[in-house]
Structure formats: structure tokens, C-alpha cells
């Protein structure tokens, strides 16, 4: 199998994914060398058909990943505010260092924002999911990002509007 074979239309793997199924296809490759010399050619042709099940299973879900990525970048261009962005990376290059309240008053001072906007934008990316910190009942927990958190950020950072 050539990896570049299995792309579609609109399917771009990742350099990792590349390599990842390029490696398959070198293990399968080898397999294949190996059981020439193997008299029980019936074990060997179950083990060939696993890898190949193996390589299609792990391409279709690759693909439902590449889709699910697609669909995160367009809710996080058309969901998430300017503002939100901007605070979403501040927070993940400060992760854990300061509680919700010093927070507010760092992000505000640092973006020349009201600090009402800032609350107002935190309490969206926590209702959202993006960020986890104290609350009432739990106070001095130090903000950080969720894994959707990290993944959105990710994607932000990665696709700048």
C-alpha cells in the first residue's frame, strides 16, 4: 500500500500520521518477507489480514478525527470572541500561575480591558468547557485549561483570523 494512495479529497494527514502509517506499511512489508520462509502459511495469512484491518481501521478513524477537527475550527472561529481568543492563549502561557480573581486583574491591565469584560469573557470560556478554576466553594484553585481547552487553543493558535 503507498500512504499517498489512501488520500482523499479533503483528507490531509499530519506529518506523524504519515510516518505512523508509513511504519505500518514497513511492518507489514517485513511480515511479508518473513513468511515466505514460513511453513505454517495459514498463521501468517491471518496475521497479514490483521494488519491490513489493522491500517484501515486506524485510516477511518483518522479520517473522523480530520472531520471532528474541521468541525472545531469552524465553531471556534464563529463561537468564540476575539476577546476570548486573546484570553484563551494568555491563559495557556500562564496556565495554573494565578487564581480566577488575580486573574481578571492581571488579563485587564494587561489588555486595557474593563475587568467586567474580562469576567464576563472567563465566565463564557467557563461555561463553554475551555477553562476549569475555583468557585465559590473551592476557591484559590488556580485557572487552567481543560483539554478542550488546550485543543481549542490549539486551533486558535494554529488557525490566527
Do not use: C
Amino acid at each position: 500500500m503507498n500512504v499517498s494512495s489512501n488520500r482523499s479529497k479533503g483528507f490531509y494527514s499530519t506529518p506523524e500520521f504519515i510516518n505512523f502509517l508509513q511504519e505500518l506499511h514497513d511492518f507489514k512489508v517485513e511480515i511479508k518477507k518473513f513468511g515466505k520462509n514460513q511453513p505454517e502459511k495459514i498463521s501468517y495469512n491471518r496475521l497479514i489480514e490483521n494488519i491490513e484491518e489493522l491500517e484501515s481501521t486506524i485510516l477511518l478513524r483518522y479520517k473522523d478525527f480530520s472531520v471532528l477537527e474541521k468541525i472545531l475550527i469552524t465553531t471556534s472561529n464563529k463561537q468564540l470572541t476575539k476577546k476570548q481568543k486573546i484570553i484563551l492563549k494568555l491563559i495557556s502561557q500562564k496556565e495554573g500561575e494565578e487564581v480566577y480573581t488575580t486573574l481578571i486583574d492581571s488579563l485587564s491591565e494587561y489588555l486595557d480591558i474593563p475587568k467586567s469584560t474580562i469576567r464576563w469573557n472567563l465566565k463564557g470560556l467557563r461555561e463553554s468547557g475551555l477553562i476549569y478554576a475555583g468557585d465559590r466553594d473551592n476557591k484559590g484553585v488556580p485557572v487552567s485549561l481543560t483539554d478542550l481547552g488546550r485543543i481549542m487553543t490549539d486551533v486558535v493558535i494554529t488557525n490566527k483570523d
